[in-house]
């Protein structure tokens, strides 16, 4: 099996990587509060403490790669921000503090990340003497505003030494100093660290809600749109990836449908799929921020292709365990005959028919071992025995 030739996935490294589609904007005009979609709860938290002249604390945003939670931190920063003198009005989205904040160009933004302290290293200096020496340069006073705001993505991805240097700032509160932290896997943190922490989820949105703003604001025709709605979970990033990225469709349908005809197969070309796919997906990653080391490079004619970096196979692996659990959610559900709540069932046809060989027991329990699995590749474990034991576990058709 090979899952197809033409150049699709654009792997998640960082936030950088994928702001394309992860920032947007729902509007054109400077109205003013937030932009982003949805997140009724987590905006309502944020507005009020602003409200309330309570935000010298610190804020943990946090969601699935996809979610949208670079579109909502942009909202934040700006309501942080902004310079309007009624609160209640605030982010206005039209003075020079909401501008410069949603364009990460104020003088009181500190920005940083695991990446970003590991470009801005000295010779020989180690990446938690950087991230530390980062941190000790957040303590400074506000210059144009009421605040610093110190936004730290990719949280997570920190190590735990990091954190714990991380903890010393978050122990000592300033009415001056705001952090924001940015997660995928909010788990990954200290519990210490999460403790100090107001979260902010960002889930999805509701799907006819988000189908809407499609037809809207990316001008897909109704079908479509309820389409890339229902298959990207109502998840506003993903979404946006998938209308317009459409090889990205693409490459989920073969996976997955790779993945139904594996439901009639034996163990060893099992074995030999979980390879091909993870080698492919990886083959396809666009490692643009990440340190790709020289052995990556491409191979010379005739040799065999090196294997990509961990960190790209385990990204890889992330990506095509979200669709086999999506896939796998939406066998169950066709079983049931609740064809209306499938959305894979617009990519695959047959899907139906695939599900009325499975067991409903099977299924529900290779799904929790897949969000184990899942958990799993967040806490660095092998992609390649990841999927080789996910394909063991995939149930049979009788």
Partial sequence: MR?????????????????????????????????????????????????????GRTFLVFGPAGAGKGAFVEDLLALLLCTDVDRAARPCNACAGCRSARSRAHPDLVIGSPEIWRDGRSTGESLVAAARRWLGGTA???????????????????????????????????????????????????DTVRSRCQPLRIGPVPRAELSAWLMDHELLPKEQADAVARISDGFVGRALAFSRQHERLEWRRRVQRELVDLLGRGRAERFVSARELLDDAARRAVPEAADVPPESAPALDGAEPPRAPASVQRLAATTIVEAWISLARDLLVAKAGRLDGVPTAELLSDLPGAAMGLGAAPLVAFIGLLEAIHAGLAQNASPRLALEVAMLAWPTVS
Avoid: C, M
């Avoid at 937030?34 to 309330?52: C, D, E, K, Y």
């Avoid at 506000?142 to 949280?155: C, K």
């Fill in 3 to 55: 899952v197809g030739a033409d150049r699709w996935l654009t792997v998640r490294l960082s936030d950088a990587a994928t702001r394309s589609y992860t920032r947007f904007v729902i509007s054109t005009e400077a109205a003013p509060g937030f932009l982003s979609l949805g997140q009724a709860t987590a905006r309502a938290v944020a507005i009020r403490a602003s409200q309330r002249q309570r935000l």
């Fill in 140 to 190: 400074g006073a506000p210059i144009a505003g009421e605040r610093r705001v110190i936004l730290i993505e990719e949280a997570d991805r920190a190590g735990e030494q990091i954190q714990n240097a991380l903890l010393k700032a978050l122990e000592e509160p300033s009415d001056r100093h705001v952090f924001i932290l940015v997660a995928d896997e909010p788990n990954r943190l200290l």
